[in-house]
């Protein structure tokens, strides 16, 4: 339930991918929707799986991207979030999640989590643990995408920096877009915000004191292979630039600002 890339490589950056794919099981009979809605947003983020696969090879570090929708299941929740498993996303109700409880004892709950979830978090444990084992300190990298519009309004901000505390890696970013690109609107915790309590980098990066970021990408942007390709390079330029300064980083706990 998982995809991989570069999964041996000896790297001071891990990139994660929460919602790379819109996956449903045939069991599950597309939880009741059509294909117009599985291609679309509600699903998967668009287009992150191409950046994130680009980024890898740039990079040449690690990345692990889950192989499910986060309709069955959302990686980026925590294990009781109320969103874990949705029954309507986006004012579209979700049928084969109807019946889905949220008490521990929920038998449907707890086979998606086991099959679908833990797998997917228990690899980037490993990678972690891998890395750390070796003395290598991983700066965690989370690829994400927006919709063009929200509430039919047009958002601005076309690159999203997402973080808790921990600003080691953000800063990297802010400075080098700064100064070479201020062309490109970046969004601060926009458009959503990097502090969620038990999300995946809170969980394997803020816990842990390892450097983290969580990058949003508008998806208008990145809607072919060429887009695709060029942010990719984009986003792995500041991370090329100072792989160096990122090589020194060390286990730093951060007070989280997450709720």
Known sequence: MINTLNEDKESNFLIICDHASNRIPD?????????EILTTHIAYDLGVKEVATY?????????VMSNFSRLL????????DPTLIMKISDGKIIRGNEDISFLKNCSEKKHRVANYYNIYHKKISEIINRLLNKNIIPAIISIHSFTPLFGGNKRSTELGILWDSDNRLPDIFFNYFNKNYKDIIIGNNKPYTGRMKNDTLYRHATKQGLANILIEIRQDLIMNSNKQKEFSKLISQP??????NVHLFKKKFYKSLAK
């Open 27 to 35: 069991e599950y009979k597309n939880l009741g929707l059509g294909e």
């Open 55 to 63: 980024l890898s090879k740039y990079l040449q570090c690690p990345l």
């Open 73 to 80: 299941i959302d990686a980026n929740r925590g294990i009781d």
């Open 239 to 244: 991370l090329l630039e100072n792989k160096s």
